[in-house]
């Protein structure tokens, strides 16, 4: 971050930053600032609008585990962001990232949830447990107080005090007027609005303001320890999707027992070892589906060896037969008006 004046000039427009494999940095033709995905990192895209050189909002939607962060000196031509201390407040659409606390441990943020964290730190990567985010971020220097289009806030130093009520991570649930700011703001990111934009972050600020964040402590933390073991049992259940994986069994080889592992993978990815392999076999053979797959392809595929039970669990799952989610979804990707029969 540098201390030239703010700057977003058309010469900057098309620049292109390749940040590490499968992330590259592009300007488009509006201003708008793109954090590409590609393999092997993932696919996706984050585009953010600097508002000034103490303000920025960005749109996330990520299908990923972890993001690689842009380097501080980047060659490409970049908005000059001021020094000092920056807020990040963020609303999780879907999916869960995962924050880091000073104990050592891990917190983890759902749909539904603002997330208000400040670190000294400039973090290396984004994690994200669930391979999955959506979201709207906003990135606030503490020095923001200090201009006069922020004078309603108390004090120069009023957002320096919300980072310190804040922490390393405050975490509120369900918050409608917190929530109606970033969804607006979230709508401003593809609109070259800065006055309005910088008015939605202005009540979001005073929104925070009256609120003790002291309190508002994460609803489910990991140690570093327990994060690896989900981790763990993530990418088992992940890499053999078709075979049946008993949480007692797994559980047993990190030495705890199925209900703490339960316990611990629910605070990682909203759901049970069981719950959530059902829904990603579900998820998988609705893509192998519209790619084409007959039904008991499918079903195989995932691992269900009986079609009549894979096709109650898919229709529990998704409001229809497989048969005819695959006739509308395969026939509308082919450009054909119908597919009859089973395949």
Request: charged share 25%.
């Amino acid at each position: 971050m540098g201390n030239a004046p703010f700057t977003d000039t058309e010469s900057n427009r098309g620049a292109r930053l390749r940040v590490a494999s499968g992330v590259e940095l592009v300007q488009d033709a509006d201003g708008v600032y793109e954090l590409v995905l590609s393999h092997p990192v993932g696919s996706g895209c984050m585009r953010g609008r600097p508002l000034s050189r103490d303000l920025f909002v960005a749109n996330v939607d990520f299908a990923c585990e972890r993001c690689p962060n842009v380097p501080e000196a980047p060659s490409v031509p970049l908005p000059a962001f001021s020094r000092g201390k920056w807020l990040t407040i963020n609303l999780c659409h879907e999916g869960r990232c995962e924050v880091d606390v000073p104990s050592g441990g891990l917190a983890t943020v759902s749909a539904g949830e603002v997330c208000i964290s400040c670190s000294q730190e400039r973090p290396a990567e984004f994690r994200y447990p669930s391979g999955r985010y959506r979201g709207v971020e906003v990135f606030v220097n503490t020095r923001i107080a200090r201009s006069p289009l922020f004078s309603l806030l108390d004090d120069e130093d009023a957002v320096e005090a919300i980072a310190r009520q804040a922490g390393s991570a405050a975490v509120l649930s369900g918050d409608g007027e917190l929530n109606g700011h970033m969804r607006r703001i979230a709508a401003l990111v593809e609109a070259p609005d800065r006055a309005l934009a910088t008015y939605e972050v202005l009540g979001l600020l005073l929104g925070l303001q009256r609120r003790d964040l002291s309190c508002a402590r994460p609803r489910f933390i990991l140690t570093r320890a327990q994060m690896r073991i989900v981790a763990a049992v993530h990418d088992e259940l992940e890499g053999s999707l078709d075979c049946a994986h008993d949480a007692r069994v797994l559980a047993s080889a990190f030495g705890v027992s199925a209900t703490t592992l339960n316990q611990y993978f629910s605070r990682a990815y909203g759901s049970t070892v069981a719950g959530y392999l059902r829904k990603r076999r579900m998820e998988v053979a609705a893509a192998l589906l519209a790619s084409g797959a007959r039904v008991a392809e499918a079903a195989v595929r995932v691992g269900y060896a009986n079609p009549s039970k894979f096709s109650s669990a898919f229709k529990r799952e998704y409001g229809t037969a497989p048969s005819e989610w695959r006739r509308r979804r395969f026939s509308k990707r082919e450009g054909v008006h119908e597919v009859k029969g089973e395949f």
